[in-house]
Nanobody
């Protein structure tokens, strides 16, 4: 059974850094593009970053560009999201997702989703 499990969230102060991890199981990880999305209370789930199946292409939402780095380790079936200079507006539940048809910003592109990890940034 396909499963994505996020970790690494927590409560931090503005300006701090966090690294989120997403471990995949039950799927051939290296065949999937991967993405990170986030959802704040009362808001729609939004794209944060994406990475191609080999890791050669990465994509970022404007709100995190320059502050975040997505990467993957296919040997460990894991995708990461390094977030720096965190802001209170980054507070959200962060989800990773897997897409057999490449990576991108559209939620419809993704086949499997994790349960999410909470990131809270205090001012």
């Amino acid at each position: 059974q396909e499963q994505l499990v996020e970790s690494g969230g927590g409560l931090v102060q503005a300006g701090d850094s966090l690294r989120l991890s997403c471990a995949a199981s039950g799927l051939l990880f290296s065949n999937y593009g991967m993405g990170w999305f986030r959802q704040a209370p009362g808001k729609e789930r939004e794209f944060v970053a994406g990475i191609s199946w080999r890791g050669g292409d990465t994509y970022y939402a404007d709100v995190v560009k320059g502050r975040s780095t997505i990467s993957r380790d296919n040997a460990k079936n894991t995708v990461y999201l390094q977030m720096n200079s965190l802001k209170p507006e980054d507070t959200a539940v962060y989800y990773c997702a897997a897409s057999i048809s490449g990576s991108g910003s559209s939620r419809a592109k993704y086949n499997y989703w994790g349960q999410g990890t909470q990131v809270t940034v205090s001012s």
